[in-house]
């Protein structure tokens, strides 16, 4: 186990019969039946509920489950497999309901942890991901000890620079996936008078190199259900009125541009 301690920041240690986390400061974190550990204290929450709703996560994961985004699942595979070793640590930051992690790791065998802030989806992450670790946790505090990382990676999560600074070992690697300039273009007209491109200006991480960028550009063709399951997925789907819903379901299916930059970084 690589967790800390969210408490005393110790190493958790797991116990004899796999269902709890001890720090030697005698905290104790129990496993719940879904699988995951809370490692979110309720001192650091900022909402009762924090992060993505149940029925966010639910439209996501139909969504998903589509493979429309099985492509870019793919190119992170691959581009894990270009990096892993024989023993492998794997960090998904912002897992959600763990989409990523099953589709790089699966098939793979390497040890693989995730988190996320909304406890709806570490539950769905664990339950179809046995294989797996997952536990609530924020960014901004992650519940792991430091340098015990070999390869992190996330898909639009936030993520604080000092926090992947400190679990990724030293020459570990980093994976960010960010919009590039038409990603959804197609839809974001229906909500847009003028659409604008997507800034595409490199995101620095304090402390970590960068390697390579690629861009990552396909298309898909939705039904008019998973359009607005899509469309929900969106930091726009607020300005989304029911008329421009309804707009969207008639002009359905419509092809739509899923444009992906994919950057590599290393801690020297």
Request: proline residues 6%; aromatic residues 10%; hydrophobic residues 35%.
């Amino acid at each position: 186990m690589i967790y800390q301690c969210p408490l005393c920041q110790s190493a958790l240690n797991l116990s004899n019969n796999d269902k709890q986390l001890i720090c030697h400061n005698n905290h104790s974190v129990d496993r719940a039946k879904q699988g995951y550990f809370n490692l979110l204290p309720v001192q650091n929450k900022k909402s009762k509920q924090p992060g993505d709703s149940k029925e966010m996560i639910a439209a996501r994961e139909a969504f998903l489950a589509g493979n429309y985004y099985r492509t870019l699942a793919h190119a992170l595979e691959k581009l894990v497999q270009s990096l892993a070793k024989d023993k492998t640590t794997i960090l998904d930051i912002g897992c959600g309901e763990g989409y990523y992690s099953r589709a790089i790791c699966e098939e793979n065998g390497w040890q693989h942890f995730g988190f996320d802030i909304s406890k709806p989806a570490v539950m769905r992450a664990a339950r179809k991901d046995p294989a797996g670790e997952y536990a609530v946790a924020s960014s901004e505090a992650m519940p792991f000890i430091n340098e015990c990382v070999d390869v992190a990676f996330k898909v639009y999560a936030p993520v604080s620079d000092t926090e992947l600074l400190r679990v990724l070992k030293t020459g570990g690697h980093f994976i960010n996936v960010t919009p590039a300039p038409r990603h959804l273009w197609q839809l974001r007209e229906f909500i847009y008078q003028e659409v604008r491109p997507h800034q595409t200006q490199d995101t620095l991480f304090t402390g970590l190199e960068r390697v390579n960028s690629e861009q990552l550009t396909y298309t898909i063709t939705p039904s008019a259900e998973d359009c607005i399951r899509l469309l929900d997925m969106t930091p726009f789907a607020w300005k989304a009125t029911p008329e421009i819903r309804e707009k969207i379901k008639a002009a359905c299916p419509f092809e739509i541009e899923l444009d992906f930059l994919v950057t590599l970084f290393k801690k020297p």
